[in-house]
């Protein structure tokens, strides 16, 4: 029952949430229920229609199924649907909020911050670009950083903003170049560089230690943007150099993004933001007359929200989405209470069995010849990227598009990916030639503990559709 891994939990816990609310006189039925389940059948023929993202097959893109234990807190919250604006809209849901992101700002070595759950990375770091450029403030025109690696979005975001943009080049690795960072930081006109610590495409590992070396001589926010590899702060000792440098960096970040929906075992709808300095919540200073802002306690913590009044503690005075779903925070909580962040953990063991995964694909690609893998060296974190020896980048593209067919034909589903052929390039051939020519690669991200008692069976069919690949 691969849907299904823990039949009885939901229900059980929903009759113990149902009695809680007994004393209250019932309700009527729902009416038409008939109707509505034929019309939920015809959804679940629907559903179909998607990959099977919870099975160890599918080891394609960053895609990672939550845990059982969120999935039932997240649809036992659904029975209250509580909203984390206000404490009147959720106050069992924005204390576990709160409990569970101090949780997360602990992981990262802080225990003093501002921060809060939003519904994705993408709204995390709007408001910690949002807050860089609040704090640049008065001096207009001031820039934001990125690697042409970094997530698309910040070029999004910064333009949303209305906040110059500019990329920084990436080495053979994927990771920011300090040479190009600092000629920009010259120009003395930097607001925020955004450090991302696991990038999409290949999970790299931007140089944190010298990125903050460079703001203690120019002057400028970082923003770690680690929306994907945050969690591989528990396991500093599966990580080499310099990633494991960078990791211990983190905690003198200004800001930083993780996302629980992606390698947090989460249901979608679950970001995190943090920023270092609990004063900055006073860049969302609002006075709206129609939101209902109650409570008069203080709130015990600097972290926690805290009304610019003095009074009133509320998770949409420090953020700037409004209604935001309770459920994603009631999962995390009870993710958390099962699975603590701990690099002693079960969590943390299974971030580790993921990486053990990918540096094994790693090595059974590296002894393939019709393999090019990175010249720089091995997958940094849990993702595997490698390009199909062909004569020209157009016969590599071609083949890889063919065995990723192949494979999805064998049940194995795998990731395409275009990433510069100069990576893939020895180093004494002449890389500036083919510096800007992008080549199709297969791409794995071996994000979920399983993957690593699976990878003999990945590994086969692999190979099976590299035997016959279709469509050439
Ligand atoms: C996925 C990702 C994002 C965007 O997060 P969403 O939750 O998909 O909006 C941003 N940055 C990085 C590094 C990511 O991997």
Not at 23 to 38: G, I, K, V
Not at 243 to 268: E, T
Not at 435 to 451: G, I, Q
Request: hydrophobic share 40%; proline share 7%.
């Amino acid at each position: 029952m691969p849907l299904d891994p823990v039949p009885g939990l939901l229900s059980r816990a929903t009759e113990l949430l149902e009695a809680e609310f007994s004393a209250l006189p019932s309700l009527a039925p729902a009416a038409d229920t008939e109707r509505m389940a034929s019309v939920l059948e015809g959804v679940a023929h629907r559903l179909s229609d998607n990959y099977p993202y919870f099975h160890p097959l599918y080891a394609g893109q960053m895609l990672k199924p939550p845990h059982p234990l969120a999935r039932a807190a997240y649809a036992l919250a659904m029975k209250i649907n509580p909203n984390n604006h206000a404490r009147d809209g959720g106050r069992a849901s924005s204390e576990m909020e709160i409990e569970a992101v101090r949780e997360l700002a602990g992981m990262f070595g802080w225990s003093e911050y501002l921060g809060h759950l939003t519904s994705s990375g993408t709204l995390a770091n709007l408001e910690a670009l949002w807050v860089a450029g609040q704090a640049a403030g008065t001096r207009p025109g001031m820039r934001i950083l990125a690697s042409e690696q970094a997530h698309y979005t910040h070029h999004r975001i910064s333009a949303v903003l209305k906040l110059p943009f500019s990329q920084v080049p990436a080495d053979h690795r994927g990771r920011m170049r300090m040479d190009r960072l600092e000629a920009e930081l010259k120009k003395g006109d930097v607001a925020a560089v955004v450090c991302t610590l696991g990038t999409t495409a290949i999970g790299a590992v931007d140089p944190l230690p010298q990125i903050l070396a460079l703001r203690e001589r120019y002057g400028f926010r970082v923003h770690v943007d680690a929306a994907y590899g945050g969690y591989f702060k528990l396991i500093p000792d599966a990580l080499d150099e310099p990633a494991r440098s960078a990791y211990a960096a983190i905690a003198q970040a200004d800001s930083i993004v993780i996302d629980p929906h992606k390698h947090g075992l989460q249901p979608y709808g679950c970001g995190c933001v943090l920023f270092r300095d609990p004063a900055e919540g006073r860049f969302y200073k609002h006075d709206s007359p129609y939101t209902y802002f109650t409570s008069k306690q203080l709130p015990p913590h600097a972290n926690e929200p805290k009304s610019l009044a003095g009074g009133p503690g509320h998770l949409g005075e420090i953020s700037l989405e409004c209604s935001r779903a309770g459920a994603a925070a009631v999962a995390l909580w009870a993710t958390q209470q099962f699975l603590p962040l701990s690099p002693s953990g079960e969590f943390a063991r299974g971030l580790a069995q993921g990486r053990a995964a990918a540096l094994e694909l790693d090595r059974r690609l590296r002894a393939d010849a019709r393999v090019q893998p990175l010249v720089a060296g091995h997958p940094e974190l849990d993702i595997v990227v490698w390009k199909l020896q062909a004569e020209s980048p157009d016969q590599s593209s071609q083949r890889a598009r063919a065995i990723f067919d192949s494979c999805a034909a064998h049940d194995l589903h795998l990731a395409l990916v275009q990433l510069p052929e100069s990576w893939f390039a020895p180093a004494d051939t002449g890389q500036n030639q083919v510096e800007n020519t992008l080549v199709t690669c297969l791409r794995s991200v071996l994000m979920k503990p399983e993957h690593e008692a699976w990878l003999d069976r990945i590994w086969e069919r692999y190979m099976a559709a590299c035997a016959a690949p279709i469509g050439e």
